[in-house]
């Protein structure tokens, strides 16, 4: 064989191998697997495993203790004197307890095609910009990823996958309007993918839209009845509105689906507790910690039912394990002092009162 043999050889080969790529690309993105992934628990919630460490009030942190009479020598924080929710903080890394989770919005994986190669191959521009978005998205230049996914979009208004991906990217962005709006327009395309209606859901949470996200999360549901990633984001959504009884129902299903999955107990206690029932709260709480011993805010949590119970001690013990895996929490220091307050140790209580103002600032 000659070298201009040779040579043409490998040039048809490279093709051949660049077309089976691009194909294993598309089938892949055409399968209707979900782009995003349940994640349960600790992944979600990190906080006892990355820097989520800082920000435990994310979860649902029981705020019931009973705020009692302190040294006056010492500025005192406020506090809450019924069993209300605490603050619920926003998604996008740091926010916990969701079945989809902005960090683990991905694109599909791919080779890495050249997009130069499979211009020359003819393949059409929106398919070669829609993988150089997912290119620029892999890399979290999102501003280009959009720029591509845009390119796409304008060359073949029906590519969902375009649609999907963009939908992410604002996502990331937190341009949670824009998200909404891609979702959206995917949904118009294929109202039968359950994950879209996720994805949206998700979104609309996150602008406080509690009432149209449930009715999202309930649509997935409906299409997948065992969603898991749905069923969760519901069961936080019924949460925040206070609705106790059927944040119970979702987490029980999710308690079937995944028996180990610590944030979902937490929530269900975290419920219990709203429903005044702390013995079934303290059971889940503790279910929670056995399934992960480093879990602040469960520790915190049972800290607070105890404290509810009138079991100082056990309320201290939890809630000194609670400021030993995350002593950043101005919160545990507020919970800690009035444990001590009630057991009569002013100066320990006026001592964690400062703590918490200066965590809190």
Not at 140 to 155: H, L, P, Q, V
Not at 183 to 195: K, Q, T
Not at 247 to 253: F, G, K
């Amino acid at each position: 064989m000659n070298r201009q043999t040779l040579n043409l050889s490998i040039g048809i080969g490279a093709i051949a191998l660049a077309i089976i790529v691009f194909c294993v690309i598309l089938f892949t993105c055409k399968s209707g697997e979900p782009l995003l992934h349940h994640i349960d628990e600790e992944e979600l919630v990190t906080e006892e495993k990355t820097e989520q460490t800082e920000e435990p009030e994310a979860e649902e942190e029981l705020s019931g203790q009973v705020a009692e009479t302190a040294s006056s020598a010492q500025p005192l924080v406020s506090y809450q004197t019924s069993r209300s929710l605490s603050a619920l903080s926003g998604l996008s890394g740091r926010h916990s307890g969701w079945g989809v989770n902005t960090a683990e919005i991905d694109p599909v994986n791919y080779d890495n095609p050249d997009p130069e190669i499979l211009r020359q191959m003819g393949v059409d521009q929106y398919l070669v910009s829609y993988l150089a978005g997912e290119q620029f998205y892999r890399n979290a230049d999102y501003d280009k990823a959009i720029a591509e996914y845009t390119i796409s979009i304008n060359r073949n208004g029906q590519f969902i996958e375009a649609l999907i991906s963009r939908g992410n990217t604002w996502m990331r962005k937190r341009d949670y309007t824009r998200a909404i709006d891609d979702y959206s327009r995917a949904i118009r395309l294929d109202s039968g993918r359950a994950e879209l209606y996720n994805y949206r859901g998700f979104a609309r949470a996150e602008r406080g839209e509690t009432l149209p996200a449930i009715e999202d999360f309930s649509r997935a549901i409906t299409i997948n009845r065992n969603y898991v990633d749905a069923l969760v984001n519901r069961s936080r959504a019924y949460y925040q509105r206070g609705d106790f009884v059927r944040t119970i129902e979702d987490c029980n299903r999710v308690i079937a689906l995944e028996p180990a999955n610590a944030t979902i107990w937490n929530r269900r206690g975290s419920a219990w507790y709203g429903r005044e029932d702390d013995d079934r709260a303290i059971n889940d709480f503790s279910e929670a910690i056995r399934l992960n011993a480093n879990y602040a805010l469960a520790w915190h949590n049972r800290s607070n039912a105890w404290y509810s119970k009138g079991n100082m001690e056990r309320a201290l013990a939890d809630i000194n394990r609670c400021i030993a895996i995350n002593p950043s929490s101005a919160s545990a220091y507020t919970s800690r002092g009035n444990i001590h307050q009630r057991m009569g140790n002013q100066e320990n209580a006026a001592a964690d009162f400062a703590a918490a103002q200066r965590l809190g600032r």
